[in-house]
């Protein structure tokens, strides 16, 4: 995850090959999801509304923006985290954070109870959020669990 990161950052990694996609959540407890593309595209969607509304968003970030988003998943060290449990607790959805570029892709997964314990994958988290929260005014209300 980390040479996709640096890749992108340093463009050996072409932004429109590239793709940061965030899952957390499921059925039961309320969805969110984003698909960043390196070009700014973005696909977005959560049930974490009021009244659990399903809203789906789509548009065009500033490459500024992703690069943004990109130097703080590099700078919370994503890569790094790790489960501490062996197995989830009982209803324990899951968390996960991926990178794909050039056909090949890296993901972080974590079930929502261990992100408070996992620094990287909570701070990563919160600048995700931050995208999410800000493309759909403030609609989305997923809090990270």
Known sequence: MEALLNGYLDGT???ADFVVRYRIGNSFSGETGLDLHGDGTYDAFSTATA???RRSYRGQ???DEVQAL???LHEARIWEAR???SKPREDDPLASLSVAADGRDATVILWVSEIGRVPPFAAAQDAVLDVIRRISG???LESGR
Do not use: D, M
């Open 51 to 53: 009244g659990r509304q």
């Open 138 to 140: 403030g609609r989305v």
């Open 83 to 85: 489960h501490v449990r």
């Open 13 to 15: 990694v072409a932004p």
């Open 61 to 63: 970030l500033s490459i």
């Open 70 to 72: 990109v130097r703080a």
